[in-house]
């Protein structure tokens, strides 16, 4: 029982995680019936998708790398659109994530 809702409350943190990425891709305004339905579906999937799950907790890493790496370097770039802004880091972010999971399934030698 204790092991089910660690699981649990991984995937609800899984869900937070990703509903801030996507939230301003998917959404023009969030609110927090989006955020919280959004959280739900992702965590709902991740439990789904449990076998998976080094997989997604990559993704996750190497999008919240990139979500540092984009806000230090739009802090130069993006100064007064800050509307622009949030949008650019979060696709930068799930584009990032995106990449990963592709090249975990299409592999061919550059050398």
């Given at each position: 029982?204790?092991?089910l809702l660690i699981l649990?409350?991984?995937c609800i943190l899984l869900g937070i995680i990703w509903a801030a990425l996507l939230i301003p891709i998917i959404f023009n305004r969030g609110g927090w019936l989006k955020y919280l339905?959004?959280?739900a579906i992702?965590?709902?999937l991740c439990y789904l998708l449990r076998g998976f799950a080094p997989t997604i907790n990559k993704m996750?890493?190497?999008a919240l790398i990139t979500l540092v790496i984009s806000w230090i370097t739009s802090m130069a770039v993006f100064e007064k659109e800050s509307k622009v802004k949030s949008k650019?880091?979060?696709?930068?972010c799930v584009m990032a994530a995106a990449a990963y999971l592709i090249s975990n399934w299409i592999s061919f030698g550059i050398l």
């Open positions: 029982m204790e092991a649990i409350l991984k339905i959004t959280v992702i965590a709902l996750t890493i190497i650019v880091i979060s696709f930068a």
